[in-house]
């Protein structure tokens, strides 16, 4: 049985309790929040303390709270010597205090209040500065996932940087999917099994295999058409921009279909 | 019973036809592709030719032709005044020969020869030119899809450019991460989860409120250190791009909090 002790209360956080309080190998044995209104809740099942000074002695403590945040609450821990891990993307293990043990446990999943998670399908990317260490944050990794591995943070910090693109970035664009459709009386809901499906299939193609489409086929001509019918200067932009970047990935088949047009 | 000829043997026409073979109140009298080699393998099931004087009669003919192939031939279909329909997103039912009645049966769905789709979930925009056609239409859209319905011109080109955002634009992001994943030795397929989410979180919310991350956070430190990382110029491009684009688009919360914050 790992014990463990969770700093914080965000999204992530509320997810990790979650799924460790399910886990039969592991015991949280105590939340600790800044604000304790926010883990009120939940105190009949866990001790909860929104006081440092009180914490509990466990195996692993892991702080998830915002990356600004993380370095000053390590320096406040009232110990050392002890394993303290962070759940950022983007924040290195050396952004912990160092009079403790420091690595990195970090879920690459979108959470938000509402929806459920499935822990078991969520990569935990998984980095310790000391490599005795690991065996254990492997265990706790291993404890709600089928899916954590050791990342290192060059790796760590791509991945995250790739998630703002498959996240963020294409949550954007079906916002602007959404805009479009409005104006003209359409209805976003038509779009959302494509959402789905465009999602599904780089689970078993590449996304370069994937692709599709007007700028994939060099169509011009719908190029054109759909360039005309956007209002909005700034996705004009957007089109442009992701269309050449198509045009780029697929420059070869492209050169190659044109030359064939030129011999005929 | 409605009894349909297929023209074509590109992806959705192969698709169109399993479906319909598959549906109890749909016959496919016929399918015609210009180069009858493609169609051979189903010559068991259907009626196939390569020779349009020998079409068939049936209650509706559908053109599954690229875009530009569409009024060609159907200038050259040895009948008039019979249904006859396309599939394209971004055609008019216009660019059908008048010489028949016109509409348009478009599957708002990504297809590709590999994958099985399930037609039932497909969206599929339907349009007639005269109006007492359109319930003949209907019923074979029904007998297919639970989410056919009818879609004017204007509407159907809104979708069809918004389907380029979801679909083609989409999967180039998922192509951009992968090239920054691969090029630091990290995995894609640790995204594929992501990925999934990111599609099933705006089948119930909408993309305005499904949006996180550091753009929409306006987190001016992460937004600086990925476009350090970012070796790519277009990658780059792309970044601030999106990122501008989510920053207008929650202009009025983002104004609010830093507003509170020089209120501090």
Chains 1, 2 share one sequence.
């Not at 866990?46 to 370095?71: G, K, M, P």
């Not at 929806?115 to 065996?135: G, H, K, M, N, Q």
């Not at 088949?253 to 044109?258: E, H, I, L, R």
Request: net charge positive; hydrophobic share 35%; with cysteine.
């Amino acid at each position: 049985m790992i014990s463990v002790v969770i700093l914080g209360a965000g999204n992530v956080a509320h997810h990790l309790y979650k799924a460790f309080f399910s886990s039969e190998k592991v015991t949280v044995k105590q939340w600790y929040n800044r604000n304790i209104k926010t883990i009120e809740p939940f105190k009949n099942e866990v001790n909860i303390t929104d006081d440092l000074s009180q914490l509990t002695e466990a195996d692993i403590y892991i702080i998830a709270v915002s990356d600004d945040a993380i370095a000053g609450l390590s320096k406040k821990l009232p110990f050392e010597k002890r394993l303290v891990v962070h759940t950022s993307g983007s924040m290195s293990p050396y952004d912990i205090d160092k009079k403790n043990r420091r690595g990195v446990f970090y879920p690459l999943q979108t959470f938000s209040k509402s929806a459920e998670v499935d822990f078991s399908t969520v990569p935990i990317c998984l980095e310790t500065l000391v490599r005795t260490d690991y065996p254990l944050l492997q265990k706790l990794g291993k404890a709600i996932s089928k899916n954590s591995r050791r990342v290192n943070s060059d790796q760590r910090a791509a991945l995250h940087l790739a998630a703002v693109f498959v996240n963020n970035f294409t949550n954007q664009l079906y916002r602007i999917a959404h805009e479009i459709t409005e104006s003209q009386g359409a209805e976003f809901d038509m779009l959302k099994p494509l959402i789905l499906e465009t999602a599904a299939k780089v689970q078993e193609l590449s996304p370069y295999k994937a692709q599709t489409g007007p700028a994939k086929r060099n169509d011009k001509k719908t190029i054109k058409k759909h360039l005309k019918s956007l209002e909005n200067e700034h996705h004009k932009d957007i089109y442009k921009l992701l269309t050449t970047s198509i045009k780029n990935t697929h420059a070869l088949s492209y050169q190659q279909s044109s030359k064939n047009k030129t011999n005929n």
